[in-house]
């Protein structure tokens, strides 16, 4: 099952991050979270790893339908987008909001789902192009 849409950016890390923020709230979405994991498993474990962030993005009309339909949804909630730097490249991961319909037998939820797995393909090649 795949659970995540992926794009390779040609920017550098700090630049793309703030890039996919932008694309995102271009699609309505906005940054409710940023986990710097890089940082935190360095200061809680003593491991260096390449850059890698997580952002917690959400689309308050889109969650608030999705609640709506299925109050439990909430595990997925917010949708997270990952930067990552892979041997000198930067990829891009968000989560695909369609998994939440794939797991979950809603009507209401399919909905949503569609429309925020649209935003955040459009979010995605906004960055690819």
């Avoid at 995540?4 to 709230?25: G, I, S, Y």
């Avoid at 850059?51 to 917010?78: D, E, K, M, S």
Wanted: net charge negative; aromatic share 4%; with cysteine.
């Amino acid at each position: 099952m795949d659970y995540a849409r992926t794009v390779t950016v040609d920017l550098p890390f700090d630049e793309a991050v703030a890039k996919v923020k932008a694309a995102f709230q271009e699609q309505g979405f906005g940054t409710l979270t940023e986990i710097d994991v890089q940082d935190t498993l360095r200061e809680k474990i003593g491991a260096e790893v390449e850059p890698y962030r997580i952002i917690g993005a959400c689309n308050p009309q889109l969650a608030h339908r999705a609640l709506g339909a299925v109050p439990t949804v909430g595990v997925f909630l917010p949708c997270n987008v990952v930067v990552r730097q892979v041997d000198g490249r930067i990829i891009v991961d968000a989560m695909d909001p369609e998994i939440m319909a794939k797991l979950i037998d809603d009507p209401a939820l399919r909905e949503v789902a569609a429309e925020a797995g649209t935003r955040v393909q459009k979010a995605l090649d906004a960055l690819g192009s």
